[in-house]
């Protein structure tokens, strides 16, 4: 069973510790990805220029599309139940899922006894996890038992973070995975008449 980074509620002042921790875990990822949910709305901006920067993959909730342009590369459009393949693949096998104003319903988790196994063991090695923020107190380790939260709104999250995150050029082999599941597996429709 995990343990659990302690939540940071309401801060004015970030406490700098946590921070440096999950900036470190982003900056050593090898497989990570960006989960968005609807709680990221009013941080489209700021989340744009995070993923530029960083370079990481993101997928969001039904509610959350549009936050990131469906149409870029990073982006592996929605996930869960009726999403897109390549972003449920992504998830599954992502050693660091930095989750953001979502609150891990059952629509995009499915089974939880099966749910981001490859974090779980990345937590358990000490270089990965799910990191989860959301403003709502009440949806963190509701459903899925994250390990390092924050209790904030996402946008003060992310403009803590930002300065002090960069790309990792050992994430190229990542990068090619998703776009080999994203060529497999493309998110396809029918026209009609």
Known sequence: KSTYFDIVQGEQFPNKH????????????????FLIGQGC?????????????????????????????E????SLQFVGMHGNVAANYAI??????IALGTRFDDRITGNIEKYATQAFKAYEKGNGGIIHVNIND?????VVNSHYNFNIPCKSFISNITKN???????????????????????TYDKLD
Not at 41 to 69: C, F, W
Not at 138 to 142: A, S
Not at 165 to 187: C, G, M, S
Request: proline content about 5%; charged content about 30%.
């Open 138 to 142: 009440e949806e963190i380790n509701k």
């Open 92 to 97: 599954q096998d992502s050693d660091l899922i």
């Open 71 to 74: 149409c870029d590369p990073l």
């Open 165 to 187: 995150v960069h790309y990792n050029i050992n994430r190229t082999k990542w990068l090619e995975q998703i776009a080999f599941w994203k060529d497999l597996f493309p998110f």
């Open 18 to 33: 946590k921070y440096d921790k999950v900036v470190r875990l982003i900056n050593n990822a090898k497989r990570p990805v």
């Open 41 to 69: 709305n009013s941080a489209s901006k700021e989340l744009r220029k995070l993923i530029k920067k960083t370079q990481i993959p993101v997928t969001t909730t039904i509610h959350a599309m549009g936050i990131y342009d």
